[in-house]
């Protein structure tokens, strides 16, 4: 069956950096575009951005670039996600989701909680 | 663009509920809309996609349609049970941009 698993849980000092991983199991990999979504306590839903995994293209929110790489190693199966210069409001739940199409989000991982605290 | 919807909607079980995201720039019409469900302290699972397909596994209750003359999407759950409590999250893209709704809290009782 289909699944996204995650990384686990980091904490992190401000100004660090956090490296999430996601590995796909049951689908073909290359097939696919992996997005990268955060929920910080309480709000919503946040598109961080998409890597295509054949090819490995990227497309990140304007609000993140800089600041975030998202990579893929087709050997495993596995996206990365890599978000630098760390601070208090980027403590949240990061996910992983997979799609067919830019637009979808079919499969979703279990999440990952960065905590970014002094 | 943006997609609004309401903070919160409630309902009895049995009963029906509809809940809209308006898009604010652009039609409608032009990409896809999802939706989400979250339930407390889960990850979100896909519930419809393509503006009104359901993903696998997901009761033929949930359903999905866009309205071109009022730019919105709108996802409705028939027969509401109690585990249908959930916070639900709308989505939608343009060229290299996606968007989510603020999601909205449906609450049964």
């Known amino acids: 069956q289909v699944q996204l698993v995650q990384s686990g849980a980091e904490v992190k000092k401000p100004g660090a950096s956090v490296k999430v991983s996601c590995k796909a199991s049951g689908f073909t990999f290359t097939n696919y575009f992996f997005h990268w979504v955060r929920q910080a306590p309480g709000q919503g839903l946040e598109w961080m951005g998409v890597i295509n995994a054949n090819g490995g293209t990227t497309n990140y929110a304007q609000k993140f670039q800089g600041r975030v790489s998202m990579t893929r190693d087709t050997s495993t199966d596995t996206v990365y996600m890599d978000l630098s210069s760390l601070r208090s409001n980027d403590t949240a739940v990061y996910y992983c989701?997979?799609?067919?199409?830019?637009?979808?989000?079919?499969?979703w991982g279990q999440g990952t909680l960065v905590t970014v605290s002094s | 663009f943006m997609l609004t919807q309401p903070h919160s909607v409630s309902e009895s079980p049995g009963k029906t509920v509809t809940i809209s995201c308006t898009r604010s720039s652009g039609s409608i019409a032009s990409n896809y809309v999802q939706w989400y469900q979250q339930r407390p302290g889960s990850a979100p699972t896909t519930v419809i996609y393509?503006?009104?397909?359901?993903h696998s596994g997901v009761p033929d209750r949930f359903s999905g349609s866009i309205d071109s003359s009022s730019n919105s999407a709108s996802l409705t759950i028939s027969g509401l049970r109690t585990e249908d409590e959930a916070d639900y999250y709308c989505?939608?893209?343009?060229?290299?941009?996606?968007?989510f709704g603020g999601g909205t809290k449906l609450t049964v009782l």
């Open positions: 393509e503006d009104n397909q359901r």
């Open positions: 989701s997979s799609g067919y199409t830019f637009g979808d989000f079919d499969y």
């Open positions: 989505q939608s893209y343009d060229n290299n941009n996606v968007v």
